[in-house]
């Protein structure tokens, strides 16, 4: 059941000074409603969610990367944003993501029962997270843009008595700019966040939940090919299986957005497709809702996708991916399915490593036939035979002292719903658990603590002092940043497994 939805004020006067003073008074950004991932990820036209915020969905996107911005309530781990960006180019992509072996970033839940996919994106835990004041100020008032955007809307197809529903009461939200431009500074391991992505109480739900719908599950899955327990996983991390999947009317998060300028283009293309999916007749203005970054329903839809995935699968007539949960099972696995999903393989496998392995080939762009790895000495880490994937890669996502994973095709279908790393796995290992398979094998880490946004802006800049390109130090941990790890660690005969750790930045320091 939603939460009543808190009242927000009404800013369309002069609204530019009040998004001058959220700015200038540095208010920190908490956890909300999706992100991605969506997070931005993964393109937010491909994932569930939206474009995160720098850090960017869950999201995302993120379907379509979900719209989870650092959210950290329902975020299940999507919605917002994709999950990196920053100098590194690719950063946000799902192959990009796949290869993420950095610790995640997560935000804290604003709610015991928010979910986990925001949280997965981009994240902040309170102290640290500050706003950006770099993006400057929109030169017209709110009322002035909507006008304009009006005409848009039309020449777009939407029609008049759309508008009117749709526009009429349009509220600009400073809290949704603030949350876009928060720039978080502390991350939380990834071993924290899947001790609660993966609990042993949201297993427990996650299966009687599945037995509750198991005829529309295995319904879904028999038409898509995508395991009911995956479904029932992505479920379970957006919206905490249906209990919180955000209450901010989505007009106006994306008429925020858009009108705010960062994100304009993007806020705009979706929030034309949320009156689109008004003038269809699937939903009413007052019950789509959803989180601050776009993300709707209880799977965290972006509108683009839900136009492009959402399906009627109750036969009413209209697509309800907030009320029917026979439309979004089918939705969502219909999502997986034409982002690549591959019916009869897993998501991947946790292994082991032999001897002497070169940490350095745990890349994403390292792709081989399992046979081909089990050539090599990777053995299943229950000593079982590896399943037979035709493009799998090793995933290390704590670096060489953590747990190994074989993943596919279908992990990577997975980012394509939220492109952080910590959110597919999370979905895989809840998925697995809710299956009534193992946990994790391997001890993580703990003892590691992940390095703050400056501390990544320092290791960049003396990985670069030292030859070791890693782009424009930006404190976010990419493709190129891994690179340049690993071609360090090479040098100094370290594991090249890319991971970041204080001991790393010391050495890189010259201490």
């Known amino acids: 059941m939603v939460r009543p939805r808190p009242a927000i004020r009404d800013v369309r006067r002069r609204p530019e000074r009040l998004v001058s003073a959220f700015i200038a008074a540095g208010l920190l950004a908490t956890a ?28 995302a996107a993120a379907p379509g990367t979900s719209a989870h911005p650092p959210t950290a309530s329902a975020a299940p781990v999507n919605h917002g944003p994709s999950a990196n960006a920053g100098n590194d180019a690719g950063n946000s992509s799902a192959s990009s993501a796949t290869a993420a072996n950095a610790t995640a970033a997560v935000v804290a839940p604003a709610t015991p029962a928010a979910p986990l996919a925001t949280v997965a994106n981009a994240a902040t835990s309170g102290a640290g997270a500050s706003a950006s004041a770099s993006i400057p100020e929109p030169a017209i008032s709110f009322d002035t843009w909507l006008a304009r955007f009006r005409v848009e809307a039309k020449a777009a197809g939407i029609d008049d008595a759309t508008l009117r529903a749709g526009l009429q009461n349009v509220r600009l939200l400073p809290r ?12 939380r391991p990834l071993w924290d966040y899947l001790d609660t992505a993966v609990s042993a109480q949201r297993v427990t739900r996650g299966q009687a939940k599945l037995r509750e719908l198991r005829t529309v599950a295995d319904a879904a899955s028999a038409q898509y090919g995508v395991p009911p327990e995956i479904i029932v996983a992505i479920w379970g991390m957006e919206s905490n299986y249906g209990t919180y999947y955000g209450e901010i009317p989505t007009i106006d998060a994306l008429a925020t957005l858009a009108y705010e300028g960062r994100r304009a283009a993007w806020a705009q293309k979706q929030l034309i497709a949320a009156l689109r999916i008004l003038q269809n007749g699937d939903i009413t203005r007052a019950r789509m809702i959803g989180s601050w970054a776009g993300a709707m329903g209880q799977t965290q839809f972006l509108p ?47 292994v082991r490593l032999p001897a002497g392995f070169d940490h350095g080939r745990a890349d994403d762009n390292l792709r081989q036939r399992s046979a081909q ?10 000593g079982g035979a590896l399943p037979d994937l035709d493009d799998a890669a090793i995933l290390l996502p704590a670096g060489a002292r953590g747990p190994a994973f074989l993943v596919g095709p279908n992990y990577r279908a997975i980012l394509r719903y939220n492109s952080a790393m910590s959110y597919a796995l999370g979905v895989g290992l809840l998925a697995q658990r809710i299956a009534g398979g193992p ?38 941990l990419g493709p ?15 594991a090249a497994d890319g991971y970041p750790t204080t001991e790393l930045l010391r050495r890189a320091q010259g201490f």
């Open 373 to 382: 790895w089990a050539a090599e000495g990777i053995r299943a880490a229950d």
């Open 439 to 476: 946990d994790v094998a391997a001890a993580w880490p703990r003892d590691l603590v992940p390095l703050s946004r400056s501390d990544v802006r320092t290791l960049q800049q003396a990985l670069n002092d030292k030859g070791f390109d890693s782009g424009a130090p930006d404190g976010m």
């Open 304 to 350: 683009s996708n839900f136009l492009a995935y959402a399906v009627d699968a109750d036969g009413d007539g209209r697509r309800d991916i907030w009320g029917s949960m026979p439309d979004v099972i089918a939705s969502t696995a219909h999502f997986l399915r034409r982002e690549g999903w591959q019916p009869g393989q897993p998501w991947g496998v946790e």
């Open 32 to 59: 909300v409603t999706g992100c991605a991932s969506q997070s931005a990820g993964t393109s937010a036209s491909q994932s569930a969610h939206p474009p995160v915020p720098s850090p960017s969905r869950s999201t």
């Open 176 to 187: 949704v700019i603030e949350l876009d431009r928060a720039q978080p500074e502390f991350t």
């Open 480 to 494: 190129a940043t891994r690179g340049a790890i690993r071609r360090y660690q090479r040098s100094t005969g370290l």
